[in-house]
């Protein structure tokens, strides 16, 4: 297989049957308990050599806690893990290295300043003493890259890479040690459709090759492409395991959550929405210049319009300015030169009250670090816009009493599920804190909502329902500028999409008209 080769269509029943050979890796039985939580329940999961296997549920549904048991991070309270057939006890991760199973966590684990050769070999105890040879390093670190057909230079520094160049090398520095087994944790997150693509062939390898994949995800198109069996954890119990040719992206859905689940999407009209000689912008920018974090520019001249009522899609690969677009209208960071202008009227530069008051909502991409006060309740997180207002108080002081009614009635209208309105908010699940945010944001009755990537992290009842909420917006009449790396969630809901690509927008294209090949060399800066 070639790269970029991969058949992004369901594998069917193309698998062998089983053989009597043993599973590579088996949980019998395994329970963990944490205060108050049981995150596995008596749960038994097996991976057959050379199989992709996935673990499919909700968040909390026990997925991640049981391959932290797998690869020796935890310790089952009961139960049994199995490696050929043998039990096996695991004091850390490091054994589990030994016995050749690894686990790719979300957030990668590289030195940024080093190469890539020498964070393939970084602490591994057979490359130490006088016998090692940085260039022999590299010629096998290359070797094993074009056996798995993962493309990357082992000369080349980790910050010098893309994200999915770095998610390779984490790969690499698990089948260079010798890994038989690999656990990918939602491994493309933050992936262009190619690098994606690159990923499941790369996937195939290793089990064309003898080798095993436990694969996470709550994107069901991927699952049913890459997968030869699926398990579906629903709290803490495996609640079927079934072939991939028996299966459908709603019998999974329904499985994960327990009831049928409703999709939403943008149903795009011939003309599709956007601004008019009649219908003029809502929100404006027009050559907007900004700087990020470390100073450099990171946005270049970008002239953006929204219409009332539409959905404007912002799509790119991280770190391109979609994050500082999203901060310049929410008046989080200022703009060195152009204008930012909703219904006309320009605000200024770097002034979050200013944006608050001319009717801009923004739902950032860190929910609990920069949306919402972890620490503060549901209702002081619910009334952080609104507590200067006059229907808020009594007299100059703030009326607990009518923050929670607010707090009971907004939780109601949006579906926030929680013991009361005094629970704190760190307290709550992905999908209930972003509904916290949601509804904070819309109760003000913004004219333009920023949302940036408002479903990442969340399962597939709690995606369904933040798109329903945006879309419910758009169709109130409310601007909606939605940042996302996901392009299944951009195709979905988006009326036009603007493609960043080193902070530049390099087309801005409607979605039934670009497919996801088109989109994805766009963002990679290879077309426009």
């Not at 912002?314 to 994050?323: K, M």
């Amino acid at each position: 297989m070639q790269p970029g080769s991969f058949d992004p269509t369901p594998r069917g029943t193309d698998r062998p049957p089983p053989t009597a050979v043993p599973p590579a890796v088996e949980a019998v039985g395994v329970t963990k308990r944490f205060p108050g939580v049981v995150a596995n329940d008596r749960v038994t999961f097996e991976v057959l050599p050379g199989e992709v296997h996935t673990l499919l549920g909700e968040n909390g549904a026990g997925k991640t806690t049981l391959c932290n048991i797998l690869t020796g991070l935890w310790k089952p309270d009961d139960g049994d893990v199995l490696m050929a057939g043998q039990p096996v006890r695991f004091r850390s991760p490091r054994d589990a290295h030994a016995a050749g199973m690894f686990m790719i966590h979300q957030h990668l684990r590289l030195v940024e300043s080093m190469s890539v050769s020498e964070n393939v070999v970084l602490g591994w105890s057979k490359r130490r003493g006088l016998q090692f040879s940085p260039r022999q390093v590299q010629r096998e670190v290359a070797e094993v890259a074009e056996q798995y057909h993962m493309p990357v230079n082992p000369d080349a520094r980790i910050w010098q890479l893309s994200l999915g160049e770095r998610q390779r090398v984490e790969i690499l520095k698990a089948l260079y040690r010798g890994a038989r087994i690999l656990i990918l944790d939602e491994p493309t997150t933050v992936l262009t459709p190619r690098e994606a693509d690159l990923l499941f062939g790369s996937m195939r390898e290793v089990v064309t090759a003898g080798g095993s994949v436990v694969f996470i995800s709550h994107k069901l198109p991927e699952v049913m492409a890459v997968s030869d069996r699926v398990t579906i954890l629903r709290k803490g119990q495996a609640i079927a395991t079934v072939g991939i040719g028996e299966a459908r992206p709603s019998i999974l859905a329904e499985l994960m959550v327990g009831h049928a689940v409703a999709e939403h999407h943008r149903d795009v009209p011939d003309q599709p929405v956007g601004p008019t000689k009649a219908s003029p912008p809502l929100l404006q920018l027009e050559g907007v210049r900004a700087d990020g974090d470390l100073g450099l520019e990171a946005l270049h001249d970008v002239s953006l319009e929204v219409a009332a009522g539409e959905i404007l899609g912002i799509a790119g690969v991280a770190g391109n300015g979609q994050s500082e677009l999203a901060e310049v209208v929410g008046g989080l960071r200022p703009y060195t030169s152009g204008a930012v202008r909703v219904a006309g009227v320009t605000l200024p530069s770097g002034d979050p009250r200013a944006a608050i008051r001319g009717g801009v909502a923004f739902v950032p991409e860190d929910r609990m670090g920069r949306g919402l006060a972890p620490g503060l309740s549901i209702t002081d997180n619910l009334i952080l816009k609104s507590y200067r207002d006059r229907e808020m108080g009594m007299g100059p002081l703030l009326s607990r009493k009518k923050a929670g009614a607010l707090a009971r009635r907004l939780m109601t209208q949006f579906d926030v599920r929680a013991p009361g309105p005094d629970t704190r908010v760190r307290q709550l699940s992905g999908g209930n804190a972003q509904r916290v945010l949601l509804a904070r944001e819309l109760s003000s009755k913004p004219r333009v909502l920023v949302a940036a990537s408002p479903t990442r992290g969340l399962d597939v009842n709690s995606t369904q329902d933040v798109w329903k909420t945006l879309l419910d917006t758009a169709a109130s009449g409310v601007g909606v500028v939605l940042v996302s790396e996901d392009l299944d969630e951009v195709l979905s809901l988006c009326d036009r999409v603007a493609v960043f690509y080193g902070g530049r927008v390099v087309g801005v294209v409607c979605p039934r008209e670009v497919s996801r090949e088109k989109l994805g060399l766009m963002m990679a800066g290879a077309a426009a």
